[in-house]
Nanobody, 124 residues
């Protein structure tokens, strides 16, 4: 499985961005697709995840109500719509995949496939 993240950039506080993760190489409905982020000097942090076949979604408390994860089957893409951004959201964002959705969706070490990160900077 290959993952390609895009859509990062510079945005003002209160603004919005949409990240995309192109998925290739074959997945099944049981796959978990997730977004993580990592700021300088900090550990990689779970942001959001979904089950590729639908029916399961999860968010960290820090983004719940502001971010939305979704999938576009036609384009084999996982999207992360980020609204009401604040400077604390500044990070490199990574998409990740694993072959099975479990309740341990927030653990970075459980993911087998990672895309290259995309930088998101929230600043005035």
């Amino acid at each position: 499985v290959q993952l390609q993240a895009s859509g990062g950039g510079l945005v003002q506080p209160g603004g919005s961005l949409r990240l995309a993760c192109g998925v290739s190489g074959g997945t099944s409905s049981d796959y978990a697709l997730a977004w993580f982020r990592q700021a300088p000097g900090k550990e990689r942090e779970f942001v959001a995840a979904l089950r590729w076949g639908g029916g399961r979604y999860a968010y960290s408390d820090s983004v719940k109500g502001r971010f939305t994860i979704s999938r576009d089957y036609a384009k084999n893409t996982v999207l992360l719509q980020m609204n009401s951004l604040n400077p604390e959201d500044t990070s490199v964002y990574y998409c990740a995949a694993r072959s099975l959705w479990t309740t341990n969706y927030g653990a970075a070490g459980e993911y087998d496939y990672w895309g290259r990160g995309t930088q998101v900077t929230v600043s005035s």
